[in-house]
């Protein structure tokens, strides 16, 4: 965190892809080239799996790479500016409820629906693209792409200011009394099958219900 202190605000690319998945040693090569073709400071999160992938001398004075970070602390940083993400879905929450634009490179299971919610429908992100590489390498210049229509491109300030937009609503929506909190969700089911019992010809099962 001293680290990110000493970043300008909105100037940092936070790189993580959750517990599960594994970016392959070329993808890895690939991202990095881009982060320092970019010359965007940088933190990025490998696993014990990509270590021998991406040492954490990598970042070479422009970034830092660390085994672990704390997410959400990193994300509601100032310095933050852009979330590279696998597009997971507490991860894609989190990037949410902390007002950060999100660079997805979906790997499997629901990750292109998130990505695509990110892009198209939220507007809070780009989708990586991938362009059918044997491989199944995205290269430098896609990823440095997506990067930079999140960091400064033309549509960054359009993107950037949806994040904010989300994150108020994301807070409205937990906040307590709000009606999207799971608590008035619960107790809105619960009125609504008392009142079905009450109004059968049965006895109200859910007389004393508070």
Same mark, same amino acid.
């Given at each position: ?92 929450? @989190? !990037? $949410? +409820? &902390? /007002? ?71 807070? @409205? !929506? $937990? +906040? &307590? /009394? ?33």
């Amino acid at each position: 965190m001293e680290w990110l202190d000493e970043q300008a605000a909105g100037s940092v690319v936070y790189v993580s892809f959750g517990s599960l998945a594994t970016l392959s040693a070329d993808q890895s090569a690939s991202l990095e080239r881009a982060l320092k073709e970019g010359r965007w400071p940088f933190v990025w999160v490998v696993k014990g799996t990509e270590a021998g992938e991406l040492s954490t001398s990598s970042g070479g004075g422009q970034g830092i790479v660390v085994a672990w970070a704390p997410q959400t602390k990193v994300l509601a940083h100032r310095a933050v500016g852009c979330f590279v993400t696998h597009g997971g879905w507490n991860s894609t929450l @989190e !990037a $949410v +409820a &902390a /007002g950060v634009p999100m660079v997805v490179y979906p790997q499997w299971s629901d990750q292109p629906t998130n990505a695509k919610l990110v892009e198209d429908v939220f507007g809070v992100g780009v989708r990586v693209r991938e362009n059918g590489d044997v491989k199944m390498v995205v290269g430098s210049e896609e990823m440095g792409r997506a990067i930079r229509e999140v960091m400064d491109g033309p549509k960054s300030e359009q993107i950037k200011g949806n994040a904010r937009r989300l994150k108020i609503a994301a807070g @409205e !929506a $937990v +906040a &307590a /009394g709000g009606e999207g909190t799971s608590k008035v969700s619960v107790r809105k089911f619960v009125d609504e099958i008392v009142g079905r019992s009450c109004s059968s010809s049965g006895p109200c099962c859910g007389e004393g219900i508070s």
